[in-house]
């Protein structure tokens, strides 16, 4: 293997390390628009102007494989093709399509985002509607994958909240009370939300009601009324049935019902105090009560774009797998809320959530901080490397890769197995501290400490993503390694370890380790930690009562919502690993003929050995790695992470 076989591209780090932007396309940087002036196009057949309104979805549903700036450009030029191919007929589609009155309720300097022209224009803009295009399209992705086989609409939203804590770590920035007086940088977009891995209650928030609705639910963000008669978010609630089942943000779990199972509604709640007093702590009682659910308020989740009369004729020319939902009815939606609420006489009147738009306020008007924050916690993202050379006799480059933001666009998709899936794109995105060093020497001096940094900070990111990908499959024994000794205790101040420190505890439950899950759980100092504790009274509790099995699925596992599952491969493998330890790893190594058989189903044979050999070499060179086997570890190491000399 020469040097040009499989290298990292310092290329990708450029632009960061200049101080220009982070990653083309990318919320906070996207491409410049094209010029103002948008060429009117003779009018086609609805089969032209379907072929390219899928091809702009098609871009945007595998984006990684693409660069941003070229991509946004190119799904830009379609829309706009394709919406005046036929202006007569949109028109027509489009003819009782009005500004939503909750747009009235919006504070003056928030109105200006909903402004009628913009909301009525037939133009795409080549910044935002492209950006909320592909939000939509990986909200999509994320609720019919986490979905998995529910079909229920309470344990749809339940699987839904679920990959929405476990996957968005807890921060405290920004706040749930979102008006121009709140701090923070965290202003993120939602595309940069689902990338990062983070986000606030609030933001947690956001992406759940934005996944109910890409499943077809109705969710509303319920708020308290407060003495001036304002309303202040308090919680998400999925509207079913002329119900509204809570959520709660903050603690990480759905609010229990009155028997302690099941998920809460507010009626529930109102006339049962026991449910919202099972939430205090003991050091601080939950500041809501009984009496609070007959005086709610409802805050309909929204953005300009949704509002538009272009996303709504977008959505309804959208078939199949490139089907997402676009437009949002907020008066409709505002409707069925107040329907499901218990209401004393006098009660608010439904509003637009500020939050969606004081996020866009902020953006516009103070930009340089929130871009600094997002380039922070992105930076891995831009990391890129060069898989291989061209074909002999092509010319050209290999084929360029950034393996940690392919990797989140996969877990998104569902895609965690095989030679293209979500595992192996972060296995790329670990690099042995040998590689790591040997690329900072050859960046320039001054540089060197920063590309360092970057490429730790990736690996530990994939690490992480690594946990969360084999939590969501099932497989809790290596989950528990990625999470636990691979994170928690490689960095125990780390960014991810109040997220790993929760996750690991999920995984514990699972396998019945209930005495460390409940040490995780009340050492949570982080904003989750009231809900963590009583994560560790209840399992405490369920095994005092002989009931350690129900402890470990107080919440539901994706085993049981129809995720995928791990395996007998990957289990015999694992159980080695705990075990036996090294030696009798390599035993058990080779595929067993039942295993081929249940993999013939899935995967052609390329994929098939490409997937077995990935998964193989990281537990050889992880268990090689811990048992302090140098030379072995190297042996096992991805072959496209480092040079061989």
């Known amino acids: 293997m020469t040097r040009s076989d499989h290298r990292l591209s310092l290329l990708g780090l450029g632009c960061m390390l200049l101080g220009g932007p982070l990653l083309a396309g990318c919320p906070q940087t996207p491409p410049a628009p094209p010029p103002a002036e948008v060429r009117i196009v003779p009018p086609v057949s609805q089969e ?39 202006p007569v007929g949109d028109e027509a589609a489009s003819r009782d399509w009005r500004i939503d009155p909750l747009a009235e309720t919006l504070p003056e300097p928030l109105r200006k985002l909903c402004d009628p022209e913009q909301l009525g224009s037939a133009v795409f803009d080549a910044r935002r509607d492209v950006m909320a295009l592909r939000d939509c399209r990986w909200l999509a992705d994320i609720a019919k994958s986490a979905r998995g086989e529910a079909v229920d609409d309470v344990d749809i939203a339940v699987a839904l909240f679920r990959w929405t804590i476990r996957s968005l770590a807890i921060e405290s920035d920004p706040p749930l009370a979102a008006d121009r007086s709140a701090a923070g940088d965290r202003w993120f ?17 956001w992406i759940f009601l934005e996944l109910l609705r890409q499943a077809g639910l109705k969710g509303v963000m319920l708020a308290t009324i407060d003495a001036g008669g304002g309303l202040r978010p308090w919680a998400p609630a999925l509207i079913s049935g002329g119900e509204a089942y809570l959520f709660e943000p903050t603690y990480g779990l759905p609010i229990p019902g009155p028997d302690g199972t099941g998920v809460a509604t507010v009626r529930e709640a109102a006339a049962d105090p026991a449910i919202l007093d099972r939430l205090d702590a003991e050091d601080r009682p939950y500041p809501l009560s009984a009496d609070d659910m007959l005086s709610l308020g409802v805050l309909v989740c929204a953005d300009p774009e949704s509002l538009s009369r272009r996303m709504r004729l977008v959505e309804q020319n959208l078939l199949g797998g490139n089907a997402v939902r676009l437009a949002v009815d907020a008066s409709a939606v505002a409707t069925a809320a107040i329907a499901a609420l218990p209401h004393a006489e006098d009660f608010a009147s439904p509003a637009l959530w500020q939050f969606p738009f004081e996020v ?64 192996k794109a972060y296995l790329m995105a670990r690099p042995t501290a040998a590689v790591i060093s040997d690329l900072a020497e050859r960046a320039p001096e001054p540089q060197r400490d920063r590309v360092r940094r970057l490429y730790e900070q990736m690996k530990e990111d994939a690490t992480y993503f690594l946990g969360l990908v084999t939590l969501a499959e099932g497989d809790y024994q290596t989950a528990s390694d990625y999470l636990g000794r691979m994170t928690l205790e490689a960095a125990p101040d780390g960014r991810w370890a109040a997220a790993a420190r929760l996750n690991l505890a999920t995984a514990k439950l699972a396998l019945g380790e209930t005495a460390a899950a ?34 470990g699925s107080q919440l539901p596992t994706e085993t049981s919502t129809g995720m995928i599952r791990s395996s007998r491969w990957q289990s015999r493998l694992v159980r080695s ?20 058989q249940e993999d013939e189903r899935r995967h052609s044979p390329e994929v098939r050995r490409g997937d077995r050999e990935v998964r193989l070499r990281q537990h050889l060179h992880d268990a090689e790695y811990g048992a302090g086997n140098q030379a072995r570890y190297l042996q096992y190491v991805p072959p496209f992470l480092y040079r061989q000399t």
């Open 48 to 86: 032209v102007r379907g072929q390219l309104l899928n091809g702009a979805m098609t871009v945007l549903g595998r984006l990684e494989q693409y660069d941003e700036a070229s991509a946004f450009a190119q799904v830009f030029d379609r829309l706009n093709q394709w919406i005046h191919a036929d």
């Open 518 to 551: 409940v040490a995780l759980l009340r050492d949570d100092r982080s904003p989750q930690r009231f809900g963590s504790r009583l994560r560790a009274a209840r399992a405490e509790q369920e095994t005092a009562a002989g009931g350690q099995e129900s402890a």
């Open 189 to 205: 977009g939602r595309g940069e939300i689902l990338l990062a891995g983070r986000g606030s209650p609030a933001q947690r928030s």
């Open 360 to 423: 866009r306020r902020r953006q516009r008007t103070g930009g340089a901080g929130i871009a600094r924050a997002a380039a922070r916690e992105l930076a891995g993202m831009a990391v890129s490397f060069e898989q291989g050379r061209a074909a002999p006799g092509r010319r050209g480059r290999g084929r360029v890769i950034r393996p940690l933001y392919a990797g989140r666009l996969r877990e998104f998709r569902g895609e965690f197995a095989g030679p293209e899936g979500a595992k």
């Open 577 to 596: 690993l705990s075990s036996g330890g090294v030696a009798s790893i390599r035993a058990v190594s080779p595929l067993a003929p039942q295993d081929e």
